[in-house]
């Protein structure tokens, strides 16, 4: 049996921290500039402001998460995560080198955070789609971050067992931008997103082909932006988190109306005076031959409400491989 398993780790960043007094800039100064002696030292800003780390206590809940033995997964897709130095030193230091087969390409994020693949098992090819563009837009990459293509072998690297499509759809960060304008285009680019996902997966997998598309798609299963995800190349696609088995209990919601009536949700959000939202964002469809080895699903239930170390859930299937 293998487990297969996607999750958001909520941005995973390697930040230097530090502290600056700018109160002594004259004020025509129009910006600063931070000199290191190491080389390796960089500064990274988004939209003006400093990207830093989670807090170690954070990324600590993320670790015990994963590493608890009611998930361990033997393949686990990872987004947010700033770079493959990143991801090796979580392995490493915060999962106890649990996962000797790493993967993360760069990708086109301004905000740096990129998918990836921690695996028990030895990786194959790979193959990076950051450059792919939708015929609606051409000369713009689709993907603000990308759709990767791994490849999971048997233990003696002889045949590949499965392949898995790892990917991070566009956010509903501007929903409420120019006039409500902003989540037409963000639904617009997340059908753009999963419509090449669709022509590319189709054209390299062959049909009896063993393979699972995964990721944070920000948006639920049934949404329309991402209808291109339920068919691909013909065949329809199995949707493996349709009544997943929760493992672990959240706290329940202020008002006992507002609790979930579905274990089918790994993000919860809530905005201001209003009631939360639980939403399956995180998916993973199999393909038929696939599908045809699925024994159960199951999502690591956070235990408070805002979330343990991410705003997102871990979800996981186990296939008779």
Known sequence: ?????????????????????????????????????????????????????QPPAKTN??????????????????????????????????????????????????????????????????????????????????????????????????????TVYNTHLKSHFGDDDDGGNGKKKNDTRRRQQAEV??????????????????????DPPNAGPLKALKKIDGQNMFNSLTNPTEIGTMKDETNPADNPTTTAWTHRFKASGQPPEHHLFDHIWLSPRLADKHLGSFIGRRQNLGGDGSDHDPAWVELNL
């Open 1 to 53: 049996m293998i487990k297969l398993g996607t999750f958001n780790l909520n941005n995973l960043f390697s930040r230097f921290n530090f502290s600056a007094s700018i109160s002594d800039l004259n004020s025509g100064s129009a910006s600063i500039t931070f000199s290191f002696a190491s080389p390796d030292v960089k500064v990274k800003t988004f939209k003006g402001k400093l990207i830093k780390p």
């Open 61 to 162: 809940k993320i670790a015990n998460r994963i590493v608890d033995a009611a998930m361990n997964v033997d393949v686990l897709a990872v987004q947010e995560v700033e770079n493959i130095a990143i991801l090796n030193e979580f392995n490493g230091t915060n999962l106890g080198g649990l996962y000797p087969f790493r993967v993360l390409v760069e990708g086109n994020d301004p905000r740096f955070i990129d998918v990836g693949i921690l695996s028990k098992l030895p990786i194959g090819a790979i193959t990076s789609f950051r450059l792919a563009e939708h015929p609606d837009a051409p000369g713009k990459e689709v993907f603000g971050r990308d759709l990767l293509e791994v490849q999971i072998l048997s233990p003696n690297k002889k045949n590949i067992l499965f």
């Open 197 to 218: 996902m669709q022509t590319i997966i189709g054209q390299r997998m062959q049909k009896n082909a063993r393979y699972a598309v995964v990721g944070d798609m920000n």
